[in-house]
């Protein structure tokens, strides 16, 4: 047992640390998004010098821009999913995981998972998008182990609402 209370309380410190993290890279991202403005001389001339008169430097920076706005987009997302996880971990701790609240937390993960996968099918169209302007970007493929991690979500959802409503009716037999 006092395994298992070192396991939840270090994914616990874990998924409180990858919440602060969340939050930095908001915060690193709105600062990095208002650079480009205001260091846009110094940012064109390196586009300039990387890419010549190919790309129009404007629509490289653009597309760096939108780029951080999908980045910060995610942050909400990443924060229910954690927030989520967070609240499970408590109840897991108390003794007491097999609640409605957790059937409804595993849900709003999958709900965060799937938003996250719609975003990186958004990512895919721009990357492809920025290949037209011969943009340098990192390739993208479509995750299906992501798409399988939203199934599991929902599933296991439905699994604790079953479980936690047999819970119920054998407590309410003894």
């Avoid at 993290?21 to 300039?48: E, K, P, S």
């Avoid at 990512?123 to 991690?149: E, F, K, N, Q």
Wanted: hydrophobic share 55%; proline share 3%; aromatic share 10%.
């Amino acid at each position: 047992m006092q395994r298992r209370d070192r396991l939840i309380a270090g994914t616990t410190l874990i998924v409180r640390l990858l919440r602060w993290g969340n939050y930095a890279f908001l915060a690193l991202m709105i600062v990095a998004l208002l650079g480009t403005w205001l260091f846009h001389a110094a940012l064109a001339a390196q586009l300039l010098a990387k890419y010549g008169s190919v790309v129009p430097v404007d629509t490289v920076i653009g597309f760096i821009r939108i780029l951080m706005l999908i980045g910060m987009v995610c942050v909400w997302p990443i924060e229910w999913l954690l927030r989520s996880l967070s609240a499970m971990l408590d109840t897991v701790r108390t003794g007491s995981p097999f609640v409605p609240a957790n059937a409804r937390r595993l849900r709003t993960t999958g709900w965060a998972l799937l938003t996250l996968q719609f975003i990186d099918l958004l990512t895919g169209v721009l990357s492809w998008w920025a290949r037209t302007w011969h943009i340098d970007v990192v390739d993208w493929r479509p995750s299906i182990i992501g798409w399988m991690c939203v199934l599991v979500a929902f599933v296991l959802a439905r699994i604790f609402d079953v479980g936690t409503a047999l819970c119920d009716e054998l407590e309410g037999t003894i």
